[in-house]
Nanobody
């Protein structure tokens, strides 16, 4: 059972990245998926999430209008599109599968985690 993030890297402020979260070992099509991030010296925080069906999403205020999330259940993959990136978006980004179908910000409801991918935004 594994979630694998990819797509991180170094980008200039104002640039864009698309992260992918691919599941293997089992399907996560019945789980809500969330993206979290953790900057050095800070706690892991919720960024954006999507329901099992893909019909509902929720995002943190800090990424409103800039980040979008989508999922392709046929490919067992979730995507995070990040536009207008800012230096304060620099962090390790993690995807996680929740034990419920509805999108949630509650980190304790996420049972499966990826290893993370580094996103660095230069000013």
């Amino acid at each position: 059972v594994q979630l694998v993030e990819s797509g991180g890297g170094l980008v200039q402020a104002g640039g864009s990245l698309r992260l992918s979260c691919a599941a293997s070992g089992r399907t996560f099509n019945n789980n809500a998926i969330g993206w979290f991030r953790q900057a050095p010296g800070k706690e892991r925080e919720f960024v954006i999430g999507i329901s099992q069906s893909g019909h509902s999403t929720y995002h943190a205020d800090s990424v409103k209008g800039r980040f979008t999330i989508s999922r392709d259940n046929a490919k067992n993959t979730v995507y995070l599109r990040m536009n207008s990136l800012k230096p304060e978006d620099t962090a390790v980004y993690y995807c996680a599968a929740a034990r419920i179908t509805d999108v949630t910000t509650r980190i304790n409801l996420y049972d499966y985690w990826g290893q993370g991918t580094q996103v660095t935004v230069s000013s």
